[in-house]
């Protein structure tokens, strides 16, 4: 089972185990921000809780690098809660056409472009 101690900045790999859950208390303090941080990042539908009408609310411990990404755009780019959506959207369209072309073209790599 993996440690629910994780630090998000330090992540680099993916979890494997969908079924861990974390608390909203433990994913601030995996990720070193605060409620307020998070639960905006869930009111612009960056990140999801998988459950979402009950308390305390939890979160697929897979949610971990992409709240690490996000928080990364904030801080680095100065991003606005509304700029971070929109720039995971299109990196997410990015590794996805990607992903596509790799397909169409194996013995090519895309993936430095």
Same mark, same amino acid.
């Given at each position: 089972?993996?440690?629910?101690?994780?630090?998000?900045?330090?992540?680099?790999?993916?979890?494997?185990?969908?079924?861990?859950? /974390?608390? =909203?208390?433990?994913?601030?303090?995996?990720?070193?921000?605060?409620? $307020?941080?998070? !639960?905006? *990042?869930?009111? @612009?539908?960056?990140?999801?809780?998988?459950?979402?009408?009950?308390?305390?609310?939890?979160?697929?411990?897979?949610?971990?690098?992409?709240?690490?990404?996000? /928080?990364? =755009?904030?801080?680095?780019?100065?991003?606005?809660?509304?700029?971070? $959506?929109?720039? !995971?959207? *299109?990196?997410? @369209?990015?590794?996805?056409?990607?992903?596509?072309?790799?397909?169409?073209?194996?013995?090519?790599?895309?993936?430095?472009?």
């Amino acid at each position: 089972m993996i440690d629910k101690e994780i630090r998000v900045t330090e992540i680099t790999s993916v979890i494997v185990d969908d079924r861990i859950e /974390l608390t =909203l208390k433990e994913v601030c303090k995996a990720c070193r921000v605060d409620q $307020a941080a998070i !639960l905006e *990042l869930v009111e @612009e539908g960056i990140i999801e809780p998988s459950t979402k009408y009950s308390e305390p609310r939890r979160f697929s411990a897979v949610m971990l690098p992409r709240i690490a990404r996000a /928080l990364r =755009l904030q801080r680095d780019l100065e991003l606005n809660t509304a700029g971070v $959506a929109f720039a !995971l959207d *299109l990196l997410g @369209e990015i590794e996805s056409l990607r992903k596509r072309l790799k397909r169409l073209s194996p013995q090519e790599d895309f993936s430095d472009e």
